[in-house]
Structure formats: structure tokens, C-alpha cells
């Protein structure tokens, strides 16, 4: 049937040509000799809502980043628990701590683009590096990593975010199958020079970067995008620079359950709606080839007059893309949903296209 050997080809366009390329290391561009690199004050730039028990947990991991000279600026978004309390005690005999207080009785937060642009208002360094409360490093050295990507031309820097989910359950698998292919996705695309979107939870850019587009002011109205619509913003080939080793990433937890799961999902594909044309175009053909080449091969296996050739087909398709997707999941530490990836690979086919149907005629999501 064509229309399953036009979606293979598309499928593997994607898979040999964006995702086959990562690796550890992967630069768009030579990237600074460490070595002989002038590491620049950095300020660490954070939202916290609700936050207390993980700030109280994650903050250390922080502070004792390797680095010569650095800040974290941490502004509270309307906590209702003691958060505001926790980084007014913690200031007092750490001096690199810096915070804001959005008090919930006069502010009405709708997102955190406003906690972030507080908090890069009090930053008082130029280049920023953004992570979340729940996050925490690989290691000490994630810092350093982070800013390598900094030069003269790169004033944009992705990280990767890997997520951790608890025991080898159905949601777990799927929770990171998802999130891996997110990641193969935007790192791919930077590479070969269409950087779309980043993570807020491992994300750098500097302040003349960030001014000039005037912040988040784009899309401010959007209660989300601090990432992806920021970066679609910003982003050119030439400015953006991709961090992805083994110690530069940034871990933290999954949804628990199928509810949390269900809601953050609904928010990020929400904001897909407001990506620009040329992104949902492109990022359109993989899914879209992926549907049809299931729905194809379905039609081929019980109306065809025999099974063998779309047997063949399928082996064709899935094998190097097994092979594939096994390697980039161990090295994005998400390698929940590889020894399953046939059968992920066939029922997220079917399951995108019912949660982006929910996701698109959604008029608001919860935050």
C-alpha cells in the first residue's frame, strides 16, 4: 500500500535524520575548549509554588554546584505553605540565596511567568540558568556544563531534563516513552539547526537575550510557555547551543498517577495550539505518519490476501527503530519503555491523536 510506504519513509526521515545524530556531547557548533573557558557570574533562576518540602530537600544540590561565582534567585508564586518562611530563614546564613515573595492575597497567579520575570528582575548577574523546585542535578558539575554552551554567538543554551517514574507499570512506561520522544525531538530539531522549544527545568539564556523581546511579554497572556513559546521567540541556529552529557542533566519526578498525568499532559499540548505555523508544521509529519502507517498496516493485515508482505513491512519499520529509540532512551535516562517500544510505538499511534483532539478543543486547563 503507498500510503504505508510514503509514512515509512517519513518515519524514517525523522528517526535517521533528527534522532539518530544525538549523543553525548552533541554541539550545533564547536563548542568552548573547558579548558580554557572564563566561566561568567551565573544567576540560577527559580519559580516555587507550594514548594517548602522540596526546596528543603533539593537546595543543597544547588548551592554546592562547582562553580566559581553564582547566585540562586528564587521567587515564592503565591505559596499557601511555608515556602516564603523556608527562604527567609535560609537567607540569613546563605548569602548566594535571593528571593521574592508574591503574596497570594494581592496577586492572582495564573502560571509563573511573572514569579520568573520577578525573579530575573532581582538576578543581578547576565547570564541565567532556569530549573524548577522538584528538580535536581546529576551532579555538581551540571552548572558548568550548563554554561559552556555561552559564547559569543550562543546566547541560548537546552538542557535535558530526564523524568523518573516509580516501578515498570503501564503509566510509568508511557510517562517517559513520551517524554523521551520530546527530547529526541528538540534536540534533534537544534542540531540540524530548527531549535523549537527547551525545558524550564534545564534551560539558560543570557538577559540580552531575554530583553530583547521584552521577557515573556509575547505570550504573557498564555499561562505557560516559559520554555517552549520563550524559546520559539528567541531561538535561531546560530544563537542556540545544545548541553547533553551525562552530568549536565537535570532529574525529577513524574506524575504519580493517572490524573496528574492526564492534567500535565492536557497542559502541554494546550499550548501547542500556540506554537508558531511553521513548527506545527513540521512537527505534524511524525505523528501523522506514524497514525497512518498503523492504520495502513491494520487495514493490509485483515483485508489483504495475505499476511506475509505487511509482516515484513512492519519488521522493516520497527527494527532499526528499536535499535534507535534503545540507544537514545539509556542515554536520556528514560529507558523505561524500550524493551516494550513495538508495542508503545503502536498504541501511542492511536492514544496522541485522542489526547490531542481533548487537548485542542480545551478552551483553558488547570494550572
Known amino acids: 500500500m503507498s500510503i504505508v510506504g510514503l509514512a515509512l519513509i517519513i518515519s524514517w526521515f525523522y528517526f535517521f535524520y533528527y534522532f539518530g545524530g ?21 544567576s ?4 516555587a509554588k507550594n514548594a517548602a518540602l522540596n526546596l528543603e530537600d533539593h537546595i543543597h544540590h ?14 515564592d508564586d503565591c505559596s499557601a505553605d511555608e515556602t516564603g518562611y523556608f527562604l527567609v530563614k535560609t537567607a540569613e546564613h546563605e548569602p548566594r540565596l535571593k528571593f521574592v515573595l508574591l503574596d497570594p492575597n494581592v496577586i492572582k497567579s495564573g502560571g509563573k ?13 547576565q547570564h541565567f540558568v532556569l530549573t524548577d523546585s522538584d528538580c535536581i542535578p546529576e551532579s555538581d558539575q551540571w552548572l558548568k556544563q550548563m554554561v559552556q554552551g555561552f559564547s559569543n554567538q550562543k546566547s541560548l543554551v537546552l538542557g535535558v531534563a530526564p523524568i523518573t517514574t516509580t516501578g515498570n507499570g503501564f503509566l510509568s512506561r508511557l510517562i517517559q516513552f513520551e517524554n523521551s520522544f520530546t527530547a529526541l525531538n528538540y534536540l534533534g530539531m537544534a542540531f540540524r539547526g530548527k531549535p523549537y522549544m527547551g525545558v524550564g527545568r534545564n534551560l539558560a539564556y543570557t538577559r540580552d537575550l531575554y530583553n530583547s523581546v521584552g521577557g ?8 505557560a510557555g516559559d520554555d517552549d513559546l520563550f524559546v520559539q521567540s ?3 541556529a546560530q544563537n542556540t547551543e545544545i548541553c547533553f552529557t551525562a552530568e549536565s542533566m537535570m532529574m525529577s519526578k513524574g506524575p504519580k498517577n493517572f490524573k496528574e498525568y492526564w492534567r500535565q499532559k492536557m497542559r502541554h499540548l494546550w499550548v501547542g495550539k500556540f506554537y508558531q505555523s511553521s513548527v506545527k508544521n513540521r512537527l505534524m509529519w511524525y505523528p501523522v505518519a506514524q497514525f497512518a502507517f498503523w492504520l495502513g498496516i491494520l487495514i493490509w493485515f485483515f483485508a489483504g490476501s495475505t499476511w506475509l508482505w505487511p509482516l515484513i513491512t512492519l519488521i522493516v519499520k520497527i527494527t532499526p527503530e528499536w535499535i534507535i529509540y534503545f540507544q537514545k532512551s539509556k542515554l536520556l535516562k528514560m529507558p523505561k519503555a524500550a524493551p516494550l517500544y513495538p508495542f508503545f510505538n503502536f498504541f501511542h499511534s492511536f492514544w ?8 485542542f478543543f480545551k478552551r483553558k486547563v488547570i494550572w
Open 22 to 42: 544525538i549523543k553525548y556531547g552533541m554541539k550545533s557548533n564547536a563548542a568552548a575548549n573547558s579548558d580554557n573557558f572564563r566561566y561568567p557570574p551565573v
Open 44 to 47: 540560577i533562576i527559580m519559580a
Open 62 to 75: 544547588w548551592l554546592n554546584q562547582d562553580y566559581p561565582q553564582f547566585e540562586l534567585v528564587i521567587a
Open 113 to 125: 511567568k511573572l514569579a520568573l520575570t520577578l525573579a530575573i528582575k532581582k538576578a543581578q548577574y
Open 216 to 223: 515573556f511579554s509575547e505570550h504573557y497572556h498564555i499561562p
Open 234 to 236: 528567541v531561538a535561531t
Open 352 to 359: 496522541y491523536v485522542y489526547i490531542g483532539i481533548n487537548a
